[in-house]
């Protein structure tokens, strides 16, 4: 039984704020403030203060080993131990861990993808230390969150460009806060709260699944009789084996400083969530990547598998990742809350109307951030937000809007015209707008949830993005005010403006109606890019390139780095799954068929030996079409091995995601079709593989 209270050990293996104000000197503590909240450059002599009180913490806690913990663009995070022993000369070892080792690690860079950025054979690569984001021990291993980069210095991981887009986002925010007479604001954050969905089934039925063991995901299953349909599961009472896990889950989180907050049953059976409270967007990302990392880990101990395929089990919902985001300044004012006087009004409006713009002029940049071969199964499946970008705001603030852009009365100010920083807006309370599950980017009061992220991105991918749009509209609209003779003015005709040009892009309706399809495409000019083939080549767009780089997020090598890799990862991941089908349905399936169909047609002649002229229709009726099954399924088969050996004609990795898309994804589907329609005929006994109902209702 646990004696300690949450409050005496959350953090407890987190080289957090505390630790540094108790461990270094007000000196080395104030620069290294001044480096991690304004970007100040680091002192080397900073950074061996901090390597020698880091060591002592770190082995106080029992460890033996530091890394350089990162984020290369594999989807996962990386790390290479090394211990802090030195040898000593009279044969023994002493524990030693410098601020360079500290500040740079040197890990193999010709094994992560590169996009082209490295050759196999120049395998030099380095980590660079993020002292923004804070130190912790996992496995007696003290882990330095770092950034990673090639040898001629362009990034090869998701924090670089997100530590980049915050800043940029930053300088144009101080611009405009600045022209509203705040002067007092040293810098901006963006903070991100990622609500976490994931599956948890048995090991036991994990192991006897091999499409699950290859690929996260089941590529063969007959529904099950009973799914989702009840509602029972969502926010139901959860199963003891289920909360024990959280239970444990909270406590590794919690030691690690992970705000781990919520944690209910989700829609779909053997489905949860957890949402943890808001952090600064860059320290949000390294814990939810590690929170990912956590959950299968504890999830092991109890002898559960934890998926966070986006679609792990067709006929029921994926799992997604909600992106809380929003703006706050470093005096502890959100930038997305209406304030009590004009000029605050005025302020959120402006930075409103930013996001708005932002979300239009870059719906592509959005989609594809949240692009993978997993999502594409569950953006637009009446269960998570559709491919196409809208922004939901709620009835009231809606109704603002658009009094503004017809400069007509609105209720909530007594008839009054609103003039910009001269009348008061409507005061309306926090979270006055109704929620809308359909939409992609929603307003929820203070702050702008985007939902169309994978249960198993890294969130990075998104606010990069984000981060840097918005940071786009507020240049536009600094460059402009900075030079305004009539400040007021300008202002409100800006304002107003946006909200014309960019009203398209504005929706409270149902995202799953295929009216809205309709609309939005033909009539709003909306992107609908479905799968990841149709974005991702967006991401070179001139549009793109210029925005990007100008703000300095990333370079053009980056970018056409990260577009190759990103469809080279689809065409693999695809590829896997296709490889993994005809294993199946080579090995077991076919094989479960055919002896089944055997048992039967022996079951016929036995009875037929035993009573002449038996019509024996059901088990000639079976053994038929299971016999037509068993061709399908067999020619099917082929037709797909076929399909993946035409993937090597393809010319490019455009070419051949486009040929997964169009031509080798069909034939999956047909495969399972067949395959799935015998597993509802072949006997439990024969069938080779644990069946959905297995797998959703074996946690009790």
Not at 61 to 86: C, M, N, R, Y
Not at 220 to 245: C, L, N, T, W
Not at 256 to 278: C, D, F, M, R
Request: proline share 4%.
């Amino acid at each position: 039984m646990k004696t300690n209270s949450v409050a005496d050990y959350f953090g407890s293996l987190v080289f957090d704020d505390r630790q540094m104000r108790a461990r270094l000197s007000s000196k080395v503590y104030a620069s290294l403030h001044k480096t991690i909240d304004e970007g100040k450059k680091l002192d080397p002599a900073v950074a061996e203060s901090v390597a020698q009180a880091m060591k002592e913490w770190a082995l106080e806690k029992g460890a033996t080993h530091f890394t350089h913990w990162f984020q290369p663009l594999t989807g996962v995070t990386a790390e290479k131990h090394d211990s802090f022993i030195t040898p000593s000369p009279d044969g023994s070892v002493i524990m030693e861990f410098s601020g360079k080792e500290l500040i740079q690690g040197e890990p193999d860079a010709s094994s992560f993808p590169t996009g082209g950025i490295r050759a196999t054979f120049e395998a030099r690569g380095y980590t660079t230390w993020d002292p923004t984001s804070y130190a912790f021990i996992k496995d007696n291993t003290l882990c330095i969150p770092t950034a990673f980069c090639s040898y001629g210095g362009e990034a090869l991981d998701k924090k670089t460009p997100l530590l980049r887009s915050m800043e940029a986002l930053n300088r144009q925010c101080l611009r405009i806060l600045k022209l509203f007479g705040n002067t007092s604001v040293k810098y901006v954050r963006t903070s991100v709260g990622p609500e976490q969905e994931y599956f948890l089934i048995t090991k036991e039925m994990y192991d006897l699944r091999p499409d699950l063991r290859f690929t996260g995901r089941t590529l063969y299953g007959a529904r099950s009789p009973k799914g989702q349909e009840m509602d029972d599961h969502y926010f139901g009472v959860i199963k003891p084996r289920v909360q024990e896990f959280m239970c444990d889950l909270n406590d590794e989180l919690w030691k690690l400083g992970v705000l781990a907050k919520t944690e209910h049953n989700e829609v779909s059976p053997a489905q949860h969530e957890l949402a943890p409270i808001y952090a600064t967007t860059n320290i949000a990302t390294d814990q939810n990547q590690l929170t990912m990392e956590i959950m299968q880990k504890v999830a092991a101990k109890h002898g559960l598998v934890c998926l966070l395929h986006e679609k792990p089990f067709a006929g029921v919902n994926g799992s997604g990742k909600h992106n809380n985001w929003s703006m706050a300044t470093d005096t502890g004012v959100n930038l997305l809350s209406p304030g009590d006087t004009p000029y605050e009004n005025a302020q959120f409006l402006l930075f409103l109307c930013a996001v708005i713009k932002a979300v239009d002029d870059y719906q592509d940049l959005l989609r594809l951030s949240v692009a993978t071969a997993g999502n594409d199964h569950r953006l637009g499946a009446n269960e998570a937000p559709p491919a196409i970008i809208s922004v939901f705001l709620g009835d009231e603030l809606s109704a603002i809007l658009d009094a503004i852009e017809k400069d007509e009365p609105y209720a909530g100010t007594e008839k009054k015209i609103m003039k910009l920083g001269v009348d008061v807006l409507p005061a309306f309370p926090r979270d006055s707008t109704d929620r809308n599950r359909t939409s992609p980017f929603a307003f929820t009061g203070n702050k702008f949830e985007f939902r169309s992220l994978g249960s198993s991105n890294s969130i990075a991918c998104a606010n990069i993005m984000l981060n840097a749009a918005v940071a786009e509209s507020l240049k536009i609209y600094a460059d402009r005010l900075e030079g305004a003779e009539d400040f007021e003015k300008t202002l409100h005709e800006m304002i107003r403006k946006t909200i014309a040009d960019h009203k398209r892009i504005l929706f409270n309706g149902n995202g799953y109606d295929d009216a809205w399809v309709k609309e939005a495409t033909e009539v709003r000019g909306l992107c609908n890019y479905r799968t990841t083939p149709d974005c991702m080549p967006h991401l070179l767009d001139d549009k793109n390139v210029r925005m990007l780089t100008e703000h300095k997020v990333f370079s053009k090598k980056e970018l056409e780095s990260r577009c190759e890799i990103m469809l080279e990862n689809y065409c693999k991941q695809v590829h896997i799954e296709a490889n993994t089908m005809i294993d199946m349905a080579g090995k077991d399936i076919l094989p479960a068929i055919s002896e089944y169909a055997d048992m039967l047609s022996g079951t016929v002649s036995a009875k037929r030996a035993v009573a002449q002229g038996l019509a024996c229709r059901y088990e000639t009726a079976v053994v038929t079409r299971l016999s037509e099954l068993a061709d399908a399924v067999f020619e099917k088969k082929g037709e797909l091995e076929a399909a993946v050996a035409g993937l090597a004609d393809a010319k490019d990795i455009i070419e051949e995601s486009a040929m997964i898309r169009d031509t080798l994804l069909p034939k999956m589907d047909e495969l399972r079709s067949a395959a799935d329609e015998a597993e509802t005929m072949v006997s439990s006994e024969y069938w080779p593989y644990p069946s959905y109902g297995d797998l959703l209702f074996s946690v009790r």
